[in-house]
């Protein structure tokens, strides 16, 4: 099996699953995470982390955000630049207000379905604002315990992880049954430095 069909099957299985998760069990899974990461030292520490408004299907990220913003941290995030050539991710601060931008208006990629991200509404600081976040705290798929991360394919934020500079921390969020033993590979792909999940915090 190829890495991009493996890939392929991984997503299919994570998006089943994701979609049999108890709706009651959301709220515990967001202020989990959200205290898991608010507890380490490196976010605690940090004057700028770049994070996401998760979608319905993702660890939630709402209280992470809000707590983020009650510490003073400088909170940014991401907003797809639907007119870029290549897979790009533009910036702005998170004020705590959201719209359905991005993928809204774009035909959903294939496979990934009716794909609505919430974006920021304020002024776009460009793809190298995400060089100013001391710590990226990104969504995923899946992630293996050597760092390999599995995205929605698209490859946003591989391309985004290629500007950063090697001191910035990336630590990417699942659910505690997507921390898997491997993650097929391409050579495009970026590895994390550790993963968040509701239960547990592993750096590689």
Request: charged share 25%.
């Amino acid at each position: 099996m190829t890495p991009d069909v493996g890939k392929k099957a991984m997503r299919q299985r994570v998006r089943a699953a994701r979609a049999r998760r108890p709706e009651a069990d959301k709220h515990q899974v967001e202020t989990s995470v959200a205290r898991a990461a608010l507890e380490l030292a490196q976010v605690r520490g940090a004057s700028c982390v770049a994070v996401y408004a998760s979608l319905p299907d993702e660890p939630g990220t709402g209280e992470l955000r809000a707590g983020l913003r009650a510490m003073g941290v400088r909170v940014l995030l991401p907003v797809v630049l639907e007119s870029a050539s290549r897979p790009t991710l533009d910036w702005a601060l998170d004020a705590g207000g959201l719209a359905p931008t991005g993928w809204g208006h774009l035909p959903a990629p294939s496979g990934l379905g009716d794909l609505k991200l919430l974006e920021p509404t304020g002024e776009r600081l460009g793809p190298d604002a995400a060089t100013q976040a001391d710590v990226l705290l990104i969504p995923a798929m899946a992630v293996d315990r050597t760092g390999l991360r599995l995205g929605r394919g698209r490859g946003y934020y591989d391309a985004t992880l290629t500007r950063l500079s090697p001191k910035a921390l990336v630590i990417a969020i699942v659910h505690d049954d997507e921390l898997v033993d491997e993650v097929p590979a391409e050579p495009h792909d970026q590895r994390v430095a550790g993963v968040l999940t509701p239960s547990r915090t592993l750096f590689f």
